[in-house]
């Protein structure tokens, strides 16, 4: 779905942001995206939809280079993104009116638009905020309107650029089920964070350093590599704590990799002792 | 010497359509010497709590006193220092002395007095002397937020409040943080944190309060928030609490990942762990 060869990009001021970073992203993959800050991992998001171009290499998008301005509006339509801050991102009055916005920019029909909105809304659970004003919303209401909107013009992949940074636990935790299942519905999910348990449900995680890829396997291997702290990155409590057990031979098979199944997994160990 | 808080409330928009209660009776008082947290999810009123503490808001009933004097008297601002979330975002002065400096020269400090109180300030967050000279904003960003930390230090404040002061850093330099809050603590400063996230410096505090829907759901020790059912737990005390709830004999007031897997080994297989 996304081809990246060889792509470096430098900002005017001559800061190397991506050094010759090679990547194939496939359809339906569900891919974390990690680093420290300053890591290039926004930076190399943007070539995906376009935002950026790059300064040498090529990125392909469903066999579209974004080089050729001619695709960009192509590209944009395949690969949408989310962002950071959910309040730079609102137009509407109303929640619905805000999902409708890029319908009614494509210049479909009313009864369409509603069915489309309505859908978008219950599938983010927001059907009873139709009405509302999104600047009434909590932190992680705002971000499910920001991917419902997302939703409605119905790219094949999503690009979440760090959507969580800005919330607290439990609407993290939300947010993190909504972009499970825009993954489960099929579409090709691309999420960059520094948080590594939001990896847990990722086909793959991709580590970021200094402008380069790293790091890339599954999300199980990396954290059993002990290798993320290398590069500025901290286990989960709990995943640091059951790969503690499993390095230690006291657990054997898959690293747990929540809570849940840690206790389930010393629960039955102590059991048996 | 304390900050009481009695039958606070308080509303954002008061007699307008937009009004929104923000804290609904709230009662707590924190004493000189006290290393408190303050907990609560995104908008639960943890920040316009602490705005009492310091009279950048009045009460809308209720009453706020800090060491018996009501916060709208200008002079409490010296005993409460505040540091807001992102503190760089504070600093404004041309030199990081100047900067520090404004403070306490506010409150009308002068001389060597002054630079004493600066210096100070400064020798507390490991700040070298040869960066007074130089623009905060030439700093990096950890330096920024020390010296924006020195800045409220200078005034001498017996009470120092900080918003989410480990958001954005990462781990070494929260460690460094929490050394640098504890020293201040020692030292005989209140400190009171306020953070969404609780496993970094419960282990460190006398008392935590737990505030939800703009009401104070919880307040007591750590152990005793360990020992209540039904809050919210992190993970590692989470993984504890279960194993012991279900009757293996564990330890559960533990927050280190270390000591989780010490106590749940020792468990397993007594005499190994002994040996080692």
């Avoid at chain 2, 609490?241 to 897997?261: C, S």
Wanted: charged share 25%; proline share 4%; hydrophobic share 40%.
């Amino acid at each position: 779905m996304i081809q990246i060869n060889d792509l470096s990009h430098r900002f005017p001021n001559g800061n190397l942001a991506l050094d010759s970073v090679n990547l194939n992203i496939k359809k339906g993959e569900f891919v974390v995206i990690a680093g420290r800050n300053g890591s290039g991992k926004s930076t190399l998001v943007r070539h995906m939809n376009a935002l950026l171009l790059p300064s040498s290499g090529n990125v392909i998008v469903n066999g579209m280079g974004s080089s050729d301005q001619k695709d960009h509006w192509d590209i944009r339509q395949a690969v949408s993104m989310v962002f950071q801050n959910p309040d730079s991102q609102f137009v509407g009055m109303t929640v619905e009116e805000d999902v409708a916005f890029g319908l009614e920019n494509l210049g479909m029909a009313s009864d369409n638009i509603r069915e489309s909105v309505d859908r978008c809304l219950q599938f983010a659970g927001l059907s009873e905020y139709s009405k509302t004003s999104p600047i009434h919303l909590s932190g992680g209401q705002k971000q499910k309107v920001a991917i419902a909107s997302v939703l409605a013009m119905y790219p094949e992949c999503i690009i979440f650029d760090e959507v969580t940074s800005m919330l607290d636990h439990a609407s993290c935790n939300d947010v993190m089920d909504l972009i499970n299942s825009v993954h489960k519905a099929g579409k090709t999910v691309i999420h960059v964070t520094h948080r590594l348990e939001e990896a847990t449900t990722a086909d793959r995680l991709i580590v970021m350093d200094a402008g380069r890829i790293v790091l890339d396997d599954t999300p199980s291997n990396i954290f059993l590599s002990g290798k993320v702290s290398d590069f500025g990155l901290e286990l989960p409590p709990i995943i640091a704590l059951a790969k503690k057990f499993k390095d230690s031979g006291i657990l054997q098979g898959y690293l747990a990799l929540s809570k849940d199944e840690l206790l389930e997994d010393l629960c039955q160990l102590i059991l048996k002792t | 010497m304390s900050i009481d808080i009695k039958n606070l409330i308080f509303s954002y928009n008061r007699s307008t359509s937009l009004e929104k209660h923000a804290l609904n009776d709230v009662s707590l008082s924190i004493k000189k010497g006290d290393f408190v947290l303050i907990s609560g999810e995104v908008g639960s009123g943890k920040s316009t709590l602490i705005k009492h503490m310091n009279g950048l808001l009045k009460p809308c009933s209720g009453s706020v006193e800090v060491d018996g004097i009501p916060t709208h008297k200008k002079d409490i601002r010296s005993k409460v220092g505040m540091l807001f979330q992102f503190p760089q975002k504070q600093l404004f002065g041309k030199t990081v002395d100047e900067d520090i400096s404004f403070g306490p020269a506010n409150f009308g400090i002068k001389g060597n007095q002054l630079k004493k109180q600066v210096h100070e300030a400064m020798d507390l967050m490991f700040l070298d002397e040869s960066i007074a000279s130089v623009s905060p904003f030439d700093l990096s960003g950890g330096q920024m937020r020390l010296v924006a930390m020195a800045g409220v230090l200078a005034s001498k404040p017996d009470y120092l409040i900080l918003d989410e002061p480990a958001s954005g850093l990462d781990a070494k330099n929260r460690k460094i943080l929490f050394s640098i809050l504890k020293k201040l603590n020692s030292k005989g400063i209140s400190i009171i944190v306020v953070s969404h996230q609780i496993s970094d410096v419960l282990p460190l505090v006398d008392r935590l309060f737990l505030i939800d829907s703009g009401k104070i759901v919880f307040k007591g020790s750590p152990d005793e928030y360990l020992r209540s059912t039904n809050l919210y737990l992190p993970d590692i005390p989470w993984i504890m609490k279960e194993l012991h709830d279900r009757g293996f004999d564990v330890k559960f007031d533990i927050f280190d990942i270390d000591e989780a897997f010490y106590e749940v080994s020792s468990l397993l297989n007594p005499q190994k762990v002994d040996e080692q």
